[in-house]
């Protein structure tokens, strides 16, 4: 008997919060949440997102002219001329920008952590979403920073947490880059083992490195080649210490493979410059002729105009363009990604050139012809560019400095086809109008934050109760049954010159003639 009054009061319990908390969460949800949950089914159009009227570059398909771009579901739908507007959900106008696959630096140090002076999981690793989509650079590839040893905690760290896509290239020293002895353990360069464990992650690690060897042997070259053979992947040299017993021009004549990549080709520390003349090292124009990539890597001292111009001079261009960068770097010289190309701009190169050097090019140099390109069913991942004109600055390894006239700047990046930076809110809605039809599908082409007005979470009970305590938030406007907005006066702003009224508020704190701590009675002790 008593058992069943227990249970004939729970379920009279449960009957009420089955009625009444519904009734709280309708109370709390904001009105234009409940248009939009009520308007849930919105009008199927072909394209989630066109980018309007831009200058096109795609050096993969030989564009270079003023076309629209559709995206429908992360990839590209379509390139052409007068893609209607009303064929999308939201259409972003990006006349006069450049619009490019989303750029590449295959030669980054992103496997950060707290072991000090080390690039395996130290301080001397950058977080890559801080520099990579304000700079329009959407993959990157982390060059040797971890070994075969610690790739897995790299990966679980730095690769599946990240928004960019990072790529990795092994260290052929199993425990990675760092200061010290770590990289000139000989004994720890197992090309098997390297191999292998880029078998087992195919598309992730897509490259050997060996890096900063100063000792006379060729083991580190051997062995990374080794391990590039079993993978089949391409390895890249940075060849450390300049030494008699293994000249640059042997290892590019006799050694790399055609299709492996030699960084730093602007250092002039290894042999890549000439003394007499201040072109090509002997072996450059060779290794390029038997199909060696090279590729700027920049870094904090490996890229100087005093080679860098030479060098162009005589011809010999990058085929990528690329930063190197790491924590001791990204205030010096080097910056970033777009001020590294700049350099290039200054130096003569145009833009359509620079631009293949940080897209197509380095998509094929790692294998990864997905990426890079604007096709038709390619990953939507692209770059809105704008050319500033001035006079500019640009500072290489040693601290020179060059004048430039052009920068470049990013306006807005999307990856697999949303929008994950925009510097100038070109994507954004306005704050004092109701959300747009495009603003209620944002999930559809924007990974950002738009207002909505739909909560960024679904209400628990608890939180639904607490809300209904309050009134609705202050909205700048007011919508009438028909539709018709009207901003609010306390929204609108004072136009610029006119006249502000002078209103009776206390003064602001900074004012004050007596600052409130000096005012203070002494405190007692």
Not at 27 to 54: M, N, R
Not at 69 to 93: L, R, Y
Not at 295 to 313: E, T, Y
């Amino acid at each position: 008997m008593r058992g069943e009054r227990v249970v004939r009061v729970c379920a009279g319990m449960l009957v009420a919060a089955c009625l009444f908390v519904p009734r709280l969460v309708a109370q709390a949800t904001p009105p234009s949440a409940s248009a939009a949950s009520s308007d849930a089914h919105f009008e199927e159009k072909p394209y989630d997102l066109i980018l309007k009227g831009g200058h096109v570059i795609d050096p993969k398909n030989k564009v270079d002219a003023i076309r629209d771009v559709a995206i429908k579901d992360g990839k590209i739908a379509k390139v052409a001329v007068g893609i209607p507007v009303s064929s999308a959900i939201k259409t972003v106008n990006v006349a006069g920008l450049y619009v490019t696959p989303g750029l590449i630096d295959i030669h980054v140090h992103v496997f950060w952590g707290l072991k000090k002076d080390d690039y395996a999981g130290g301080d001397w690793a950058v977080m890559p979403d801080g520099f990579t989509l304000r700079n329009g650079v959407t993959t990157v590839v982390d060059a040797g920073s971890s070994g075969w040893r610690n790739f897995e905690t790299f990966k679980e760290r730095v690769i599946d947490r990240s928004q960019t896509r990072v790529l990795a290239e092994l260290n052929i020293v199993g425990a990675g880059m760092g200061s010290g002895a770590i990289e000139q353990n000989k004994e720890d360069m197992d090309g098997e083992k390297t191999g292998e464990m880029a078998l087992k992650y195919p598309g992730i690690i897509v490259g050997v490195k060996s890096a900063h060897f100063t000792g006379p042997e060729w083991l580190p070259y051997d062995q990374a080649i080794k391990a590039g053979t079993i993978a089949h992947i391409p390895v890249m040299i940075d060849y450390g210490a300049r030494r008699v017993e293994r000249p640059l021009e042997q290892l590019l004549e006799n050694k790399l493979r055609p299709g492996d990549i030699y960084t730093h080709m602007y250092g002039g520390s290894r042999g890549e410059q000439d003394s007499e003349t201040g072109g090509p090292g002997k072996g450059m124009w060779e290794g390029r002729k038997r199909g060696i990539y090279f590729d700027v890597g920049h870094g904090q001292s490996s890229f100087l105009f005093s080679v860098a111009v030479p060098l162009i001079k005589a011809g010999f261009i990058p085929d990528s363009i690329s930063t190197d960068i790491h924590s001791d770097n990204v205030n010096e010289g080097l910056k970033d990604q777009l001020t590294t190309a700049g350099k290039f701009l200054a130096m003569g190169l145009p833009l359509k050139e620079v631009i293949a050097e940080m897209t197509w090019h380095p998509a094929v140099e790692m294998q990864q012809t997905q990426l890079g390109q604007l096709s038709e069913g390619a990953i939507a991942d692209i770059a809105v560019l704008n050319v500033r004109h001035g006079d500019f600055g640009y500072i290489d390894g040693s601290g020179a400095m060059m004048k430039g006239h052009e920068r470049l700047e990013c306006e807005l990046t999307l990856k697999d086809g949303k929008f994950v930076y925009d510097l100038n809110g070109r994507a954004s809605e306005p704050w004092d109008l109701p959300p747009s039809s495009a603003a209620k599908q944002a999930k559809k082409w924007t990974s950002l934050r738009i207002p909505t007005g739909i909560p960024m979470r679904p209400l628990n009970p608890q939180m639904a109760a607490r809300m209904a305590q309050f009134p609705p938030r202050w909205k700048p406007y007011t919508e009438d049954a028909n539709g018709k907005v009207t901003v609010k006066a306390a929204a609108k702003l004072t136009p610029q010159g006119a006249a502000k009224p002078k209103l009776d508020v206390p003064p602001p704190a900074s004012t004050w003639a007596t600052p409130p701590a000096d005012s203070w009675p002494a405190a007692r002790r």
